[in-house]
């Protein structure tokens, strides 16, 4: 295994990651906005419920006042008594009320979607850096046992031979066919033991 194919492995890995950091993100945008649509659809609904709920009770108010002999007013028109003017008020308020109360409730709903949206994301981040200081944290310790498996080899083969192999030599840091009874050697013993501490 070479440095090139470590580094590769664990890009793919990144990738894999934020791939599926965005497709996370995308699945939760998708509820939201599901979720949306349905309580503006929902919203709609009631407040046509409520608008009808409205135009059926001045009806019914102005068959009640028409059997008293009372007049609630047309749409222009001026109601005949004091009592069917505080109805028609009464009423009007009452769907003002109502729809006040749609719009709340309409607006609650999509801030709960929208803060579960936000929700989502934030701990699909927070799952997606963890995981990515850990696959870094994995390619450093890789990184350093290959450096440490390739050095010891060298080594061992320097140690066998009683001098450095020329494909060696950049591994260890020193010239080719260095001697085993030399300080270079030494010092090459102790970069080992560096490595190993590291670890």
Known sequence: MSTLNIDDLYKASIAAQKKSLESTKAQSKSRMNQSLAAIRSDYRSNVTAAQNQARISA?????????????????YGRATSGYTESARVASDNNLRSSLN??????????????????AET??????????????????????????????????????????V???????????????????????????????????
Do not use: C, F, H
Not at 171 to 195: C, E, N, P
């Open 165 to 199: 192999l020329p494909a060696d030599a950049k591994i260890l840091g020193v010239k080719a066919g260095t001697r085993t009874a030399t300080k270079s050697y030494q010092q090459a013993k102790l970069a080992i033991d560096r490595i190993k501490a590291l670890k």
């Open 101 to 118: 109360g749609l719009m709340r409730a309409r607006v609650n709903a999509e801030s709960e979607a929208r803060s579960q949206y936000s």
């Open 59 to 75: 009806l019914g108010l102005e068959e009640k006042l028409a059997a008293s002999g009372l007049n609630a007013g047309s749409a």
């Open 122 to 163: 934030a701990q699909a981040e927070q799952y997606t850096n963890q995981q990515l200081s850990a696959i870094n944290l994995q390619k450093a310790q890789a990184k350093l046992s290959y450096k440490q498996s390739r050095y010891e080899n060298a080594m061992q083969r320097w140690q066998t031979y009683g001098y």
